[in-house]
């Protein structure tokens, strides 16, 4: 019998993710590794956190750099494309947890704000590793996977996704129900980023370490120091989404320094933080204005990303809009769960070609005027069979190929909307829709009414 297995994938600025699954929906295995690739003289390709030597060039931060003509320059002088890096690391976890499956069904994971040309050179890339087959998706459309997957499924309405990660923030507005999609403009800010409030962690605890003491920053040492310091303030934020308090080691910064470490309090954090995250809120309100809502048409708030885990994100998005807040058990592996479930929806749905006759009847001929689509069929009020988790998945792999375009704030510029395509092809199952609620009425592809145009949310279609 060939062993088969459903692989999820996020490839992110600071941590790339794979989660496997058996076809039978067991979770076999997650891989997590710092987004940092070493570069080997003899041209191949690792993460760095797994290598035991150095005997290369260390690369990293390329996430943000797909689509960028420029390419990255490497310590050695070397240059790289950057959806080159970003493939190849997608590779090496496809390589890591493939194991001794003889065929995968693999789902990864791309920005929501990325315009349509990001994705198809990224989709290019992905070709160039050997990885033609793989189907990307919107990350915030795989967290949402994973939170049905935990919680049970959702009724038709909207949510907004909150991911916070290293490199910054996204806002997304999801349609729930059988008709899941993107609803409106995915919002990026790189201003509200893990990695910000890293560095503001760090100056805090300098300020209360060295006092008056004068530092060189540009003695090697004293460099090296404070990477790793940073390191430590970065594991210190974590703490804090956990406990009360914790302390960070300050380390050999100066020959005079007489404090050994600082103790942070997750008050202090909390007041070091507040200000960019009460500026997010705004982020919040202009994504569900972009996707034709108001706050009251939202059910709750998603959080996902490593900061999707910080207790005063979900304190000022409770007190300023009155939405339920909720998380899924991981929020920082979210998405590549969701994308492995997607995985094992997608092959659900995958009948072989030579299972299905070929019939060539051939049709009246008809003038261009008179066709017309047939009316869709009247949408199950609920199916929690597995028929519905294989239409799920469909609709969701569809759905990614019309995902909506974005709009960049804090510095990232996005070209116009645009509606990028998967790299894999999906049998068509009766009953299964895009989940866009974008397209309008008549567009080429959208089918109108007659299609079955999903409405807005909470609005069934009508029964035909």
Known sequence: MTERLALGLTVGAANSVAAAAETDGAHATVATHRSALLLDADGSVRFADTARHTNGVVIDDYLSRVGDPVDLLAADGSTHDAADLVAAATHALVTELSGSATESTIVACYPAWWPEQTV???????????????????????????????????????????????????VTVLRTGEQAG????ALHSTAVAGAEFDLLTMRYVLANAIEDIDIDPFDPAVEAELSRLRTRCATAKEELSRSTATVVPVGMLHPDLRTEQVRLT???????????????????????????????????????????????????VSTEFGLAVTACADPATAAAHGAAEIALDVAAVSVPTEAIPAVVVAPPPVAAAEIALPPAE????????????????????????????????????????????????????EGASTGQGAAPAGAPGSGGAAAGQPGPPGVRPPAR
């Open 266 to 316: 997750r008050g202090e954090l909390e007041d070091l933080l507040r200000p960019a995250l009460l500026d997010s809120m705004d982020l919040i309100r202009d994504a569900v204005r972009r996707a034709g809502l108001g706050t009251g048409d939202i059910s709750r708030v998603l959080l996902t990303g490593g900061g999707g885990a910080i207790p005063l994100v979900a304190e000022l």
């Open 378 to 429: 009247p949408a199950p009020t609920r199916m929690f069979t597995a028929k519905r988790a294989a239409l799920v998945g469909a609709a969701a792999v569809a759905m990614a190929a019309l995902a909506t375009g974005t709009l960049a704030i804090g510095g990232v510029t996005s070209p116009p909307p645009s509606r990028p395509t998967t790299s894999t092809t999906v049998p068509a199952v």
């Open 182 to 185: 993107l609803l409106g403009t």
């Open 120 to 170: 198809e050179t990224m989709r290019a890339a992905l070709t160039r590793v050997g990885l033609p087959e793989v189907t990307v998706v919107p990350e915030p459309l795989a967290a949402l996977r994973r939170y049905e997957m935990e919680n049970g499924l959702l009724d038709d309405g909207a949510l907004v996704v909150y991911d916070l990660g290293a490199s910054g923030l996204t």
